[in-house]
C-alpha cells in the first residue's frame, strides 16, 4: 500500500494515498494497523474513496469494525475527504460521524489542512 509517513503537530501520521487498495473489512485494517505499527504512527489517514461504499452503509457493520480496530490498537482514524453523497443518503451515517467528531478516536476531516488544525488542539490520549 502506498503511504507516507509525515509529522503533523507533534505526531506521527502515516497518511495512506488515495490511489492505493480499497479497505473493505476487518482484515484490510488491521494490515493497515500493522504498516502503522511499524512506522510508530500515532494516526492514520485514509482518503475517503479508499473505503468502500458498503463502509458508508452502517448497517454492514464494516465502518464500526474497522473503527474499532483502531481504538483497539490506541491509532486515530481519520476519513479524509468528501462523503456528502454518502451523509446526504443516511441520516444514521451523519449521527455516526457528528458523534465520532466529538471524541478521540475517529475523526471524518475534509483535508489534511483540517487535520493539522484539529491535530494544533489535540491532547494524546
Not at 475517503?48 to 464500526?64: M, S
Not at 490506541?74 to 460521524?97: K, N, Y
Not at 458523534?99 to 489542512?113: A, I, K, R, S, Y
Amino acid at each position: 500500500m502506498p503511504e507516507t509517513l509525515s509529522i503533523i503537530n507533534g505526531f506521527r501520521v502515516l497518511i495512506c494515498e488515495s490511489d492505493g487498495e480499497v479497505i473493505q473489512n476487518e482484515r484490510s485494517a488491521v494490515d493497515l494497523i500493522g504498516e502503522a505499527f511499524g512506522e510508530q504512527a500515532e494516526v492514520v489517514v485514509i482518503p475517503a474513496e479508499r473505503l468502500g461504499d458498503d463502509f458508508f452503509r452502517l448497517r454492514t457493520r464494516i465502518a464500526g469494525d474497522i473503527a474499532q480496530k483502531f481504538v483497539t490498537y490506541q491509532l486515530l482514524l481519520v476519513v479524509v475527504g468528501d462523503i456528502s453523497r454518502h451523509t446526504a443518503e443516511s441520516s444514521a451515517l451523519q449521527d455516526f460521524v457528528t458523534e465520532t467528531n466529538q471524541g478521540d478516536h475517529v475523526w471524518f476531516l475534509p483535508d489534511v489542512d483540517a487535520l493539522d488544525e484539529r491535530l494544533a488542539r489535540h491532547h494524546r490520549v
